[in-house]
């Protein structure tokens, strides 16, 4: 199993750009997160999905956009990209059985 | 409003040393509490989790211990090592559709050798 797998690694984009940050598992795993951490401030939430074709907001969802359209893939988008953006981006997926989250290694995303 | 909180921020621990990191949380309807463990350039792991039932719950050299009546939480290292040298994460959630975890602000653990 690769377990969950984010892309790409590293990205700079300059304001008022967009892009998508892909994230996958392959645990089968209805539950997915998106999270942004900042240094010293933890993990926040951006959104989270249930399952196929259902999203909602998490604390920080402003600027985002998500979709869910397979159990295995749960893409980010970031829409007129801001310096505040800048930030490391987590994906998630949980194990209902055991609550335990999977995380994928991350992009770093830089907004100039 | 920081529901859980985390201290201390930062932590210097000599080999072989115990590391003890603490958590409290307000609101009593979490009834699970994790801590990740995450090293730099990664994504965060799980390390141990508790549920309110027990008091303590030991894996090898990590302990959570829980005091339900004080709302707190605390992860204690054994024998700390310089690999165990990362961020460490508590969290709680409640249950419900889909569990999301609410997360102290970590506390970054440096053990000397």
């Known amino acids: 199993n690769a377990g969950v797998t984010q892309t790409p690694k590293f990205r700079i984009l300059k304001i008022g750009q967009s892009m998508t940050l892909q994230c996958t598992q392959d645990?089968?795993?209805?539950?997915m997160y998106w999270y942004r951490q900042d240094p010293g401030m933890g993990l926040k939430l951006i959104y989270y999905?249930?399952?196929?074709?259902?999203?909602d907001k998490g604390e920080v969802p402003n600027g985002y956009n998500v979709s869910r359209s397979t159990t295995e893939d749960f893409p980010l988008r970031l829409e007129l990209a801001a310096p505040s953006q800048t930030s490391v981006y987590f994906c998630?997926?949980?194990?209902?059985?055991?609550?335990?989250?999977?995380f994928g290694p991350g992009t770093r995303l830089t907004v100039l | 409003q920081q529901q859980v909180k985390q201290s201390p921020q930062s932590l210097i621990v000599q080999k072989g040393g115990i590391s003890i990191i603490n958590c409290a949380y307000e609101?009593?309807?979490?009834?699970?509490f994790p801590w990740y463990q995450q090293f730099p350039g990664k994504g965060p792991a799980l390390l141990i989790a508790?549920?309110?039932d027990v008091s303590e719950k030991k894996e090898g050299r990590f302990t959570i211990s829980f005091n339900k009546s004080a709302k707190q939480f605390s992860l204690h290292i054994m024998d700390s090592q310089p690999g165990d040298s990362a961020t460490y994460f508590c969290?709680?959630?409640?249950?419900?559709?889909?569990?999301?975890?609410?997360w102290g602000l970590g506390t970054s653990l440096a053990v000397n050798p």
């Open positions: 998630a997926s949980r194990d209902s059985r055991t609550n335990e989250q999977f």
């Open positions: 969290a709680a959630s409640k249950g419900g559709n889909n569990r999301k975890l609410i």
């Open positions: 999905s249930v399952g196929a074709g259902i999203t």
């Open positions: 609101n009593t309807a979490f009834d699970y």
């Open positions: 645990m089968n795993h209805n539950y």
């Open positions: 508790i549920r309110p």
